[in-house]
């Protein structure tokens, strides 16, 4: 064989052993391929389940977001807001005619807290409004500790609100009107008591002062028992009837040691005259007396 051929019959063996190489390293790589491809269709699968359950969930949540808003109508929100008049509960809000507010339109208030959270402030009634700016007044019985739980700062206002709610602040307002009476009655009574008490102290110190004496009256030309007191009047003409009673006892004694030397004496005059008609001499037969 000519050399040539020798060299040509080696290439070709080296090309057909290259050729074995790089077929194998070709399948290998075709298989991991395949191996990748099988997987991210697994995957897009997986993604296009996922995604046709979110977008269930999502058309269910959004049938449930419009059922939900359908009664809560028109809202604005944020709008900034302050209380105008603490007394009456007047707010001053940044909403007008230009976002289609109206006199006399009825708006629900909500107030937004530090945490995030809104607090239903109620219901109120626009009174005056112009292209920018309106004044609301509440449309319940409102008190005058009321405003103090009402922030300045965002406010949301709505049309409309679900009937359970204002049914629900009736149902308060309504337990607020029977408490406030309830108070009222009992401050009254409170009043009438506090009257009488006084009245009854008024009384027992005119009755004390009856007794005891009244320090105001001394020096005024009055009865004793009404300077002094019945008490100490009484007292001083126990002590002076007690004194009168010693004395006239005092005075028993001594007349009825009067008495009793005056019996002593005549009894003694008695005796001394009858010894003296016993010792006399008779005269002329008649016997002195």
């Not at 005619?97 to 402030?121: C, I, P, R, W």
């Not at 001394?218 to 010693?246: C, F, H, Q, W």
Request: net charge negative.
């Amino acid at each position: 064989m000519h050399v040539s051929g020798k060299i040509f019959a080696f290439l070709t063996v080296l090309c057909g052993i290259g050729a074995l190489v790089m077929s194998s390293k070709a399948i290998q790589v075709r298989t991991r391929w395949m191996e990748v491809v099988q997987k991210r269709e697994a995957e897009v699968k997986k993604n296009d389940e996922d995604i046709a359950a979110r977008e269930a969930k999502l058309n269910l949540t959004t049938g449930e977001l419009r059922r939900t808003l359908l009664p809560w109508d028109r809202y604005w929100s944020p709008v900034p807001a302050a209380v105008a008049n603490p007394a009456t509960g007047e707010l001053q809000a940044n909403i007008g005619t230009s976002a289609g507010v109206k006199e006399n339109m009825q708006l629900h208030a909500f107030a937004k807290l530090a945490d995030g959270s809104f607090l239903y402030a109620g219901p109120f009634q626009v009174k005056r409004v112009n292209e920018a700016t309106c004044n609301l007044e509440p449309d319940w019985r409102y008190r005058d500790s009321e405003g103090a739980n009402w922030p300045r700062g965002e406010w949301r206002f709505r049309t409309v609100v679900p009937a359970q709610y204002p049914l629900r602040f009736t149902q308060f307002e309504s337990e607020f009107i029977r408490a406030d009476q309830l108070f009222a009655e009992r401050t009254n009574e409170l009043a009438r008591q506090q009257t009488l008490l006084q009245m009854a102290q008024e009384h027992l110190a005119l009755r004390i002062g009856e007794i005891n004496g009244f320090d105001d009256l001394k020096g005024r030309t009055l009865p004793p028992e009404m300077i002094d007191g019945y008490l100490t009047t009484l007292v001083s003409d126990e002590e002076a009837r007690n004194t009168l009673l010693v004395e006239v006892d005092s005075l028993r004694r001594q007349l009825l040691d009067t008495n009793n030397q005056i019996s002593s004496l005549l009894e003694e005059n008695s005796q001394l005259q009858q010894a003296l008609e016993a010792a006399a001499p008779v005269t002329d037969g008649l016997t002195r007396n």
